[in-house]
């Protein structure tokens, strides 16, 4: 299934489904910093259209409340958001890791952990073929 395109605001509303769970709108409303803090309709609107999106959905409901949870993963949305990155460039990520480098961002640490990914990966695809 592709996964839905999301805004910055529904990242944010997703955000405190992953961390929180299960929520109702005032919940997610309270969960914003009070400072900049999104109107309760722009938050209602806002998970309608993830609803409709299918990011989530309305698991229960208690008094008059309805209790919304995620439907995608954090990863999902992630990869969905990596992917979009790497076509700004043409599917090219030295560019990306030029940036990330240059800017200190990567770290030892990182590029250990991307060295153990590809040798899983390779090992995985290995023992696929001797199927």
């Not at 990306?96 to 390779?122: C, F, G, W, Y």
Request: aromatic share 4%; with cysteine; hydrophobic share 40%.
């Amino acid at each position: 299934m592709k996964q839905p395109k999301l805004s910055k605001l529904e990242l944010q509303i997703m955000e405190v489904l992953w961390t929180r769970g299960p929520c109702a709108i005032r919940e997610i409303q309270e969960a914003f910093p009070k400072k900049n803090r999104p109107a309760y309709t722009t938050i209602q609107t806002t998970v309608y259209r993830l609803e409709g999106k299918k990011a989530l959905h309305r698991a229960r409901k208690i008094s008059h409340a309805h209790i919304f949870e995620a439907l995608i993963s954090r990863g999902a949305a992630q990869s969905r958001l990596i992917d979009e990155l790497l076509a700004l460039f043409g599917d090219r990520l030295q560019p990306v890791m030029s940036h990330l480098i240059e800017s200190r961002k990567l770290t030892l640490e990182d590029v250990r952990e991307a060295e153990k990914a590809i040798l899983n990966l390779q090992e995985a695809e290995g023992k696929e073929e001797e199927l």
